[in-house]
């Protein structure tokens, strides 16, 4: 029997459909293959933003037709669109076609809701539990050789104003640093290159008196020849401890991820975001005091209530002042809820995709200048995979970049020395040298 998984969203989801693909192999789903093939369809949703739930929707939708032709495949619904409030309900009436729905809180269910499914024709639903029981045991199928995802920390407690994240991941937890290294070891025994410490606040992990620095220094010591990056540091929580931990360990990127979602002082008050501009540009110079050559990306959102021109002007002239070398750009988008939701002073459509444009130029001009300084030099990266269109060979520098080279015999899990002979936007093009 074979499986398919369709995921949406963050790291976090990426990592958690590995978990899924375990659970499934238990089940007796044995290999992956294209949705026609299947047996069963496993989607692993995202509610983060409107547009993430109408891709799942529309895509859900189109399987109405495999599902009359293919009267045993199992349709499952999961991941944090099902535990939103009310959403289940909404997607077992829309399409009634779903065998099983199953909430983030609910993987550990998973295989006895696959076996209840196949002894009963009725429509099998886990109602979303209210704290998680812990995925720990759970082993994952992973997919990203040599880059393996490793779990630090679950759920958020920030309650941003506009984020849904906190009311479908629920409170934060997190593993036990033991745990983390004992995974961590055995990865990096099993020959894996690049380790990425997730949660969806790194900064605020803690286990007794081991805090994010303290467990970074430890991951950071396992022996070995790898990497390591981690996902995402909140601004509010960011330390000098932080940074003399990067500092210490070469085998930690000298890359963050620092989300600033604004430039503007008034707006981060109004996010719930507990740090001002001023505030966050400190700790970018303090990194970069500290590291010269480390790389800032960050996520940036417009048209948030009430946002004027002038406010969003703050947040240009911040790209510019924090000079990052990529960002990730959205529009605000409304979840219910969120108390942003209840906002007044929405920005107009037409004023917000006036803003994300202007944005996304000036962020892309910024990653062509930066890239552009790599033409001419090496840079090392972890090849990571194979493009059959471009008939390239890929992987990542430690700050992110994406580099392209041919080559004859096998690379992947291998770090290429790569001469950079020509950039474009945040990709190189190059050759690798002995
Ligand atoms: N935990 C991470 C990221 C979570 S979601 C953090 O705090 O940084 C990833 C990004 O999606 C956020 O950083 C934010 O920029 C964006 N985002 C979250 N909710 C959003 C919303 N309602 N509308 C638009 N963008 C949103
Ligand atoms: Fe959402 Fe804020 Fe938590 Fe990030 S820190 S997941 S943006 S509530
Ligand atoms: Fe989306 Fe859930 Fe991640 S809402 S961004 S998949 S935590």
Redesign the pocket.
């Known amino acids: 029997m074979k499986y398919h998984i369709v995921t949406y969203g963050?790291q976090m989801n990426l990592h958690e459909s590995e978990k899924i693909a375990g659970v499934l192999k238990e089940c007796g789903y044995a290999e992956e293959a294209p949705a026609e093939e299947a047996d069963i369809i496993v989607f692993n949703t995202c509610c983060?933003?409107e547009n993430a739930e109408n891709h799942a929707f529309g895509n859900i939708g189109a399987l109405k037709q495999l599902k009359r032709q293919k009267k045993d495949l199992l349709i499952a619904v999961g991941g944090c669109m099902v535990q939103e409030e009310g959403k289940a309900a909404i997607l077992r009436e829309k399409f009634p076609f779903i065998d099983i729905l199953f909430g983030t809180h609910n993987l550990p269910e998973l295989r006895s809701l696959i076996e209840r499914k196949r002894k009963q024709r009725k429509a099998v639903v886990s109602v979303p539990a209210e704290r998680a029981e812990t995925e720990d045991r759970l082993v994952p199928v992973r997919t990203s050789f040599p880059n393996a995802w490793v779990n630090i920390m679950y759920g958020?407690n920030n309650f941003c104003s506009?984020?849904i994240?906190p009311y479908v991941r629920g409170r934060e937890r997190s593993r036990s640093a033991e745990e983390v290294l004992r995974e961590v070891r055995s990865l990096v025994a099993e020959g894996y290159r690049e380790i990425t410490l997730l949660g969806?606040?790194v900064n605020s992990y803690r286990d007794g008196d081991v805090d994010f620095p303290a467990l970074l220094d430890m991951v950071a010591s396992v022996e070995g020849k790898f990497r390591v990056r981690f996902m995402?540091s909140?601004p509010k929580d960011f330390s000098a401890e932080l940074v003399a931990v990067m500092k210490k360990h070469p085998k930690i990127c000298n890359h963050l991820h620092l989300?600033v979602?604004s430039g503007s002082s008034r707006i981060l008050s109004l996010m719930n975001r507990r740090y001002t501009r001023e505030k966050y540009l400190e700790e970018i110079a303090l990194l970069r005091r500290e590291i010269p050559d480390c790389e800032v990306t960050t996520?940036l959102?417009v048209a948030f209530p009430t946002e004027t021109e002038e406010e969003f002007g703050e947040t240009l002239s911040l790209v510019e002042e924090a000079d990052f070398s990529s960002a990730f750009t959205?529009?605000?988008?409304p979840?219910t809820g969120t108390r942003a939701a209840a906002m007044e002073g929405r920005i107009p459509e037409d004023v917000a995709k006036s803003r994300i444009t202007r944005l996304i130029a000036l962020v892309n001009e910024k990653t062509r200048e930066k890239s552009a300084k790599y033409v001419g030099k090496t840079v090392e990266i972890l090849c990571e995979d194979y493009d059959e269109k471009r008939g390239m060979y890929l992987g990542r520098d430690e700050y992110g970049r994406m580099g392209y080279f041919k080559s004859d015999t096998p690379k992947i899990g291998e770090w290429i020395e790569l001469y950079v002979k020509e950039a474009n936007g945040i990709s190189l093009y190059g050759e690798p040298v002995e």
Do not use: K
Not at 330 to 333: K, L, Q
């Open positions: 963050c983060i933003r958020c506009y984020c994240v969806q606040n995402t909140h989300p979602q996520d959102i959205f529009i605000y988008s979840r």
